[in-house]
């Protein structure tokens, strides 16, 4: 076939609609959710055959036409995009690949513009796909397309890297926006093949560059993806390349399936951390400040991703070594640690509410330590991303073995105990709930954990523990329409008063109360601690009660 008639055949296969774009779905990892489509160019013959890209790409370069192939794709991509979002299913962006021959072109720029331009398609909706030969040919000319596509907010992917002799100066010279990995390295999962493509995810994660691997067919290439950090999937396990309109009954079976722009924004930014970093947090904290000279620690892989929202923490993602540091701790599983959160009351609850809390509100790696179950460990987490009602924490978990270790661990647990011990009763209030719950108590006093409100609970404290004298006084204290404020106006962050009590006693004597306001994401919570006051205490209290009994008004 000559040029004229090859000319002539693909013009009448646009005109009659057999150039058709194909999409293919793009899958976010940690989610699952379709995060955007490819579109793919398919040819068919008259008589309803398809033609391989293999038989017609090369003729079309040859011929110079693959400029029209890659405009008429285009087009067709826009109008994917311009009818999903008057579905009310808009979808996030829609990838297009060009040829080194467009980028020849000096018109390049504004051609693709004046189609977007054409269907009011935002240009960050359109990601264009390119790969390393097009950098080979003219690097000058490319470099000033190249920025001049990224100065106008289009993202720009680098397509198929590692299928043939990629430069790593390619990585170090342009800002590539998305690396995608041939699916070469999915073919064999080899020791050495799985080594090498979690190296190169770290490696464009530490650059600031988005991944994605092509070729995913098996269950298992997907949870090796997930597991080294690619943040994004494409392959036959997933979906086939599909004519727009199966693309789209494919959404409608399962709209929630589609990641909207919100969320993109939101996964974007978790997408950056590194799990096979030796450090991901001090990596993701560094590289947010702009810091480059990053300092590798030991590392033992037991990170996680929790997503916090005022009723829920849930686990996103853990990596095998978080998961057995929980086993070390007590946990089966994830689940199980979810369900014992889920518990706010527990210690659990209240060590990860409060670094949680500190990460939010500083931006910085927060740690606490904690003994848990004759075991010691010490959690660090960091604020990553946010969105409507919900923020993404990256949490580090390390438990320790060693013989100083152990002892440190006993010696927390001694002096906890040791601290409970030195107070009568120790409480919780739950004031959104109704509910009290009691931590610890040198005597028998059930009345603040089972009567069935938080109002019974007092009056039956009062009636029970609490002088008549100060029966008043005591309910005023603890008046919960008011406590938020009077802890707020104090410079020490408590409220604090004695009290006439028996504390199951036949003899009265005077008690020290305290109520500190506790940190939570879910709901206001308060502790009370009451502590017997020594005798020769009590007498000055009996004697300054009685000549000045206006103060303890």
């Known amino acids: 076939m000559d040029k004229v008639d090859f000319t002539t055949h693909f013009h009448e296969a646009v005109d009659s609609g057999r150039i058709r774009a194909y999409f293919q779905p793009v899958i976010r990892s940690l989610t699952q959710r379709i995060m955007g489509v490819e579109s793919l160019a398919r040819w068919f013959k008259p008589d309803g055959c398809m033609l391989s890209p293999a038989e017609f790409i090369p003729d079309l370069e040859r011929y110079d036409l693959i400029h029209e192939l890659d405009m008429e794709i285009l087009r067709q991509a826009c109008v994917l995009y311009d009818d999903l979002r008057r579905r009310g299913t808009p979808i996030s962006c829609v990838s297009v690949n060009f040829s080194r021959l467009d980028f020849a072109r000096d018109d390049l720029f504004e051609k693709i513009c004046a189609v977007l331009e054409a269907y009011k398609v935002p240009r960050e909706a359109i990601h264009l796909e390119i790969t390393e030969s097009l950098m080979l040919d003219d690097a000058e000319s490319f470099e000033r397309t190249f ?15 590692g299928s043939g002799y990629s430069s790593l100066n390619v990585l170090q010279n342009y800002s590539f926006n998305v690396i995608k990995f041939d699916m070469l390295f999915l073919r064999k999962l080899s020791i050495r093949g799985r080594n090498m ?8 994660k530490t650059l600031g560059i988005h991944t994605l691997t092509e070729g995913v067919e098996t269950i298992e290439q997907r949870k090796f993806l997930v597991d080294i950090g690619c943040e994004a999937q494409q392959g036959f396990y997933y979906a086939r390349p599909l004519p727009k309109e199966n693309l789209i009954g494919l959404i409608d079976q399962n709209p929630e399936r589609l990641e909207t722009g919100e969320d993109k924004k939101y996964w974007d930014e978790i997408g950056r951390v590194n799990f096979v970093n030796p450090n991901p947090l001090k990596a993701y904290a560094d590289r947010r400040g702009g810091q480059r000279d990053y300092r590798f620690s030991s590392y033992d892989g037991s990170v996680a991703l929790v997503e916090c929202s005022k009723e829920h923490t849930n686990y996103i993602y853990a990596t095998e070594g978080y998961k057995e540091r929980l ?9 199980g640690l979810e369900n014992a959160l889920a518990n706010q009351q527990t210690g659990q609850f209240m060590m990860l509410q409060k670094v949680v809390l500190d990460a939010l509100k500083s931006g910085t790696v927060q740690t606490v330590e904690y003994a848990y179950k004759d ?26 073995e060693a013989d100083r270790e152990v002892e440190t661990a006993r010696e927390m647990l001694n002096s906890s105990s040791a601290l409970l011990s030195t107070y009568d009763l120790v409480v919780m209030f739950y004031p959104d709930r109704k509910k009290a719950k009691r931590v610890y108590t040198r005597n028998n006093l059930p009345e ?3 009567e069935d409100s938080l109002q019974k609970s007092l009056q039956s404290f009062c009636e029970r523990e609490i002088d008549p004298v100060d029966k008043e006084r005591y309910l005023r204290f603890l008046d919960f329409e008011t406590l938020e404020e009077r802890i707020g106006s104090s410079p020490r962050r408590f409220i604090q008063s004695v009290f006439r009590m028996r504390l199951v006693k036949e003899k009265t004597g005077w008690y020290s109360a305290r109520v500190t306001q506790i940190n939570t994401l879910s709901e206001p919570a308060y502790m009370l601690t009451v502590q017997n006051i020594q005798d020769n205490m009590n007498y000055w209290i009996d004697t300054f009660a009685g000549e000045h009994p206006e103060v303890l008004k």
Do not use: C
């Open 448 to 450: 603040y954990d089972r």
């Open 327 to 335: 086993r070390e701790l007590g946990f089966s599983s994830v689940g």
């Open 147 to 161: 920025r001049r596509f990224k100065e106008a907010g289009f993202s720009v992917w680098l397509d198929d890297f």
């Open 197 to 204: 493509l979690a190296s190169l995810v770290g490696m464009a």
């Open 375 to 400: 075991v010691y460990y010490r959690l660090s987490a960091l604020f990553i991303a946010r969105r409507q009602g919900r923020a993404m924490i990256l949490m580090r978990l390390n438990t320790f």
